[in-house]
């Protein structure tokens, strides 16, 4: 059984694998989003070898909302997608930080996973309102679950989390 403590050991490791996930997504994108006019070519060629192949499926592939939602991305211009991504890998640190910060039982990683995980509740809330599915329920309990506990040490400030 869990000892009370050990709980914010549970939450600093899914804070962590969040943290290197973002982390990696943030990193490659940015790596990618410097090869955009090269993935619009490649775009581009691939659509007009299917017309050559076969005009049928070359019309139905144009008019997809899948391929014309894929066109939109490609023609967001560079600096959009390098905006983006940084944002992207300056969360992914954040992330980070809150991990290191409830690994060493700080109370500064209490109060910042606290934080950052009030700031996605309201967008939570908006997409179990605008379109309800089973894991987004899931992932919003788990993430009252959380800020219940982290709230507790936060107002209690128990002797669990060491003040720095």
Do not use: D
Request: glycine letters at 4%.
């Amino acid at each position: 059984m869990l000892k009370k403590f050990e709980f914010i050991y549970l939450i600093a490791l899914e804070r962590l694998v969040r943290a290197l996930l973002t982390l990696y997504f943030g990193i490659q994108g940015l790596i990618y989003s410097t090869n955009r006019n090269f993935i619009a070519e490649e775009f581009n060629l691939l659509v007009k070898e299917f017309s050559v192949i076969n005009q049928s499926i070359s019309n139905l592939l144009l008019h997809s909302q899948f391929i014309n939602l894929l066109y939109k991305f490609i023609k967001i211009p560079s600096w959009e997608w390098v905006t983006i991504f940084i944002l992207i890998t300056i969360y992914g640190f954040i992330v980070l930080l809150e991990s290191l910060g409830l690994f060493l039982k700080k109370h500064w990683g209490v109060l910042l996973t606290f934080c950052s995980t009030t700031l996605w509740i309201p967008i939570e809330i908006y997409e179990i309102v605008k379109n309800i599915q089973i894991w987004k329920v899931i992932v919003f309990v788990i993430n009252l679950i959380i800020l219940t506990y982290l709230a507790r040490i936060v107002v209690l400030r128990k002797n669990v989390v060491k003040l720095t």
